[in-house]
């Protein structure tokens, strides 16, 4: 199983970013997708998580201003973050911590690789 996540870039104060993030493999359903962001020299953070019912929460920093959504179809989590701040600069990480894989027993936690948003002031 892979996370593939995309979307990140240089924007603006204000402007806006969606970012993607698909899994692929042999999936056989995934729960929480979860997206995590890192600031450089501070820690990962859990910015928003929707559950496999479209249920979703929100760090209070983004709330608001990140909509979090899914298409279980496609196996696929977004971030669509919308007045961005230069304090929202970060790698932003998709994370499905339980994700059951054909074949295996069991549920497994897996991690997309990150991907950079800097946001200009």
């Known amino acids: 199983v892979q996370l593939q996540a995309s979307g990140g870039g240089l924007v603006q104060t204000g402007g806006s970013l969606r970012l993607s993030c698909a899994a692929s493999?042999?999936?056989?359903?995934?729960?929480?997708m979860i997206w995590y962001r890192q600031a450089p020299g501070k820690q990962r953070e859990l910015v928003a998580t929707?559950?496999?019912?479209?249920?979703?929460n929100y760090a209070d920093s983004v709330k608001g201003r990140f909509t979090i959504s899914r298409e279980n179809a496609k196996n696929t989590v977004y971030l669509q973050m919308n007045s961005l701040k230069p304090e929202d600069t970060a790698v932003y990480y998709c994370?499905?911590?339980?994700?059951?894989?054909?074949?295996?027993?069991?549920?497994?936690?897996?991690w997309g690789q990150g991907t950079l948003v800097t946001v200009s002031s």
């Open positions: 929707v559950t496999s019912d479209g249920s979703t």
């Open positions: 994370n499905a911590p339980r994700t059951r894989v054909a074949g295996k027993g069991g549920k497994f936690d897996y």
């Open positions: 493999g042999n999936i056989v359903s995934i729960d929480d």
